[in-house]
Nanobody
């Protein structure tokens, strides 16, 4: 049974930082590309950042470039999203995604950026 479990969300002030983690189990982690998506209230889910199976390639949404960094530790079956200089518009539920020939999703973790 595949599980993706996100953690690290919470309430943070504008300009602050958070680090999200997604621990994967039940799959051969180092064969999967991993991504972070987010969904704000009344908005569609959007891709935030993705990383290749080896970690050599990453890409980011324009809205987070220079502020967010995606990384992975294949030894720990975990992918991370370091979020710096957070803005109120970053408020959303953040989801972990794994894809190879099939796709898996985590349950999401809430990030709220507010003073």
């Amino acid at each position: 049974q595949v599980q993706l479990v996100e953690s690290g969300g919470g309430l943070v002030q504008p300009g602050g930082s958070l680090r999200l983690s997604c621990a994967a189990s039940g799959l051969t982690f180092n064969r999967y590309a991993m991504s972070w998506y987010r969904q704000a209230p009344e908005k569609e889910r959007e891709l935030v950042a993705s990383i290749s199976s080896t970690g050599e390639s990453t890409n980011y949404a324009d809205s987070v470039k220079g502020r967010f960094t995606i990384s992975r530790d294949n030894a720990k079956n975990t992918v991370y999203l370091q979020m710096n200089s957070l803005k109120p518009e970053d408020t959303a539920v953040y989801y972990c995604n794994a894809v190879r020939y099939v796709e898996y999703w985590g349950q999401g973790t809430q990030v709220t950026v507010s003073s």
